[in-house]
């Protein structure tokens, strides 16, 4: 059954249509990543899924409750970490929770011992009962991933949850995240701009650009799309030989070695080296998400907006309107 | 998940194609356009049943006692000018000018300084939902599943608890150095603490609701709760002062408060004290009606 399913989604606002006719659908149980750069529309895409903002057209089902007639049945079953922290400073965390579990509508009974479970989860039951504000980066997200969890949703909307935040805390969210998953089978609808982190936790990822989504598909399989390993070899190598393989698509000289571009650098490395003579240095540069993001985001940006202008002023037009 | 009924076909994304049908969804809702969601869904909102939801109201209480106690310095300082009034003006003015024969001026004015330290208590706490706003605590209110009446009275409750703590605390320190007052006076100044602090209240969080950002504060302080104190009345006698005071200040809802205080006290007023209490529930309902309001729209901002 689909966790989600939109149909057709559509926000507009006075200048710019934020999210233009998102179709999509999310099973039970998976890690949707949405990645795109800033103002492509992650953002208000959620926060229409999550009833916060009113579609201007078109509707989705949320955990088989309906966004635009159901708002607080879809809030019942959801769980949000904002992109900016959202906890209550002047309230210590147990308070956060306690709170938070009341405004949800959870049994009385249960509250309590959930708060323990939580705290444990994220690892802050030592600090419960310390005001937030005495709080690092850190502990914050993890104070609001317990939160946006305590109520037990069935799918997790979590906006940018590693912003900002140190290596370690981004590793320590992650983990969390994976835990999750493998725990309660719950339904995360991750956005991002960090490839890494799509890479690692998702199990689709969604590329949006500009209120639209352009590519969907496994984190592989979206690489494969884009194609190559980069190899770079340094030594006397024989190009002619090389060219002649046929996992080999390209081979150009560059700062002094060549970089040669080939299908499959796991199991192709292997003949590559032994056909290309003496080498001295050899680089492994697989496809990483930043280059498929480049490659499906970044040209689109570039393509049809930033050429088109001509003038100076139209291009400011321009890229105000992509930022926003 | 309730009564779903078609398993939807794995269908990963279309984009931007014909619209097309939902798999019904058990039909506990009613669909707003027919069948295909094609032209422009309109927004319904969520049928009014639990308009009220007592343990999101308690909870939300609890959080503005919690926040309130914690700040004691906060507690102290609203109390600072209207002890000023009370002290330096009240005895500075002498014993001679008292509107109300075998009063002082000082004992006169106590009854509005009480309703100045409500007014300052309730509307700056209002105005404070700025500042949830800023620090983002309200979207995780916004987004909970409660009604915006539940969260509008869950925030009004919270300043009515700051503003009767503040004039129980005036009322001790009144009782004590001021004017000989008696537990059942102590009690009824009390109990019109509550619609006087409500009214305020819901004023200072429709104003807040509205405002973007903690600048407008200081213009609100000086174009509205300056004025709202002095054309009350609660610093001279309305029948003595000019007409065009006496006009403005019958639009004052601080005027009927003070009146109100003054006949509690002082056995004494202006208006009797049916015209102040019809006049204080008329600003009680226009105030929630415009807070309501208010937080209907309040948005997420992004």
Request: hydrophobic share 45%; charged share 20%; with cysteine.
């Given at each position: ?324 | ?113 009480m309703a100045?330290?409500i ?48 004039t ?19 009690l009824l100044c009390l109990a019109a603490a509550f619609p006087v602090s ?59 408060a003070?009146?109100l205080f003054?006949i509690i ?11 102040d209490l019809?006049?204080i ?22």
């Amino acid at each position: 059954m689909a966790a989600i399913k939109t149909d057709n989604l559509i926000k507009r606002y006075t200048e710019v249509t934020a999210v233009d006719g998102v179709s999509l659908e999310i099973p039970e149980g998976e890690v949707f990543g949405l990645l795109g750069p800033n103002g492509a529309g992650k953002t208000t895409l959620i926060s229409m899924l999550a009833t916060l903002v009113r579609p201007t057209s078109g509707t989705a089902l949320v955990a088989g409750r309906d966004i635009n007639t159901q708002p607080l049945e879809v809030r019942r079953n959801i769980g949000i970490v904002f992109q900016e922290p959202s906890v209550d400073d002047l309230l210590t965390a147990r308070e956060n929770l306690y709170l938070h579990s009341m405004l949800y509508g959870m049994p009385r009974a249960e509250i309590s011992p959930e708060i323990e479970k939580m705290l444990a989860l994220v690892k802050l039951s030592d600090r419960a009962d310390s005001l937030v504000k005495t709080y690092s980066g850190g502990m914050r997200r993890r104070l609001e991933i317990a939160r946006g969890l305590i109520h037990s949703p069935k799918i997790l909307f979590l906006d940018e949850p590693t912003l900002g935040l140190d290596p370690a805390s981004r590793k320590a969210v992650w983990s969390h995240i994976r835990d999750l998953k493998a725990a309660h089978n719950t339904t995360i609808i991750l956005t991002t701009h960090y490839m890494e982190e799509a890479d690692s936790l998702a199990d689709r990822i969604g590329i949006i650009n500009k209120g639209r989504i352009i590519e969907l598909d496994t984190p592989a399989a979206l690489k494969k799309k884009v194609g190559q390993d980069l190899v770079f070899l340094k030594g006397a190598i024989d190009e002619t030989t090389l060219r002649a393989l046929p996992f080999v698509n390209s081979v150009e000289r560059e700062n002094g070695r060549y970089k040669i571009g080939i299908t499959n650098s796991g199991a192709n490395l292997q003949a590559l080296l032994n056909a290309g003579g003496r080498i001295d240095e050899v680089e492994v540069r697989r496809v990483t998400l930043d280059d498929v993001f480049l490659k499906f985001a970044g040209q689109q940006i570039s393509d049809d907006a930033e050429e088109k202008a001509e003038g100076i002023f139209e291009r400011i037009a321009v890229n105000r309107t992509i930022r926003k | 998940m309730e009564g779903r009924q078609g398993t939807s076909p794995a269908c990963p994304l279309r984009m931007g194609g014909p619209a097309h049908n939902f798999p019904g969804a058990g039909g506990n809702h009613e669909r707003v356009s027919s069948p295909g969601y094609a032209g422009e869904v309109l927004w319904r909102p969520e049928p009014v049943k639990p308009m009220l939801n007592l343990n999101a109201v308690y909870a939300l209480l609890l959080r503005e006692a919690k926040i309130f106690f914690r700040e004691k310095e906060r507690i102290i300082s609203i109390l600072i000018s209207p002890l000023l009034f009370l002290f330096v003006m009240g005895k500075g003015m002498g014993t001679g000018t008292s509107p109300v024969p075998g009063y002082t001026y000082q004992q006169f004015i106590f009854p509005g300084i009480m309703a100045m330290v409500i007014l300052f208590t309730s509307i700056t706490y209002g105005l404070y939902i700025i500042w949830d706003k800023r620090l983002d605590f309200l979207k995780e209110v916004l987004a909970a599943p409660i009604s915006r009446a539940t969260l509008f009275v869950g925030k009004s409750l919270g300043g009515m608890l700051g503003a009767i703590i503040e004039t129980l605390l005036l009322v001790l320190i009144g009782a004590l150095f001021i004017i000989p007052l008696n537990p059942l006076k102590v009690l009824l100044c009390l109990a019109a603490a509550f619609p006087v602090s409500y009214m305020i209240t819901n004023l200072g969080l429709t104003i807040g609701a509205k405002m973007k950002s903690m600048e407008g504060f200081g213009l609100v302080m000086s174009f509205l709760t300056w004025p709202l104190f002095f054309f009350s009345g609660a610093l001279f006698d309305l029948g003595a002062a000019a007409p065009y005071i006496r006009a403005i200040s019958l639009f004052d809802p601080i005027t009927y408060a003070v009146d109100l205080f003054r006949i509690i006290m002082l056995g004494s007023g202006y208006f009797s004290v049916w015209t102040d209490l019809g006049a204080i529930a008329v600003f009680c309902l226009a105030s929630t009606a415009a807070g309501v309001a208010a937080f209907g729209k309040l948005q997420q901002e992004k």
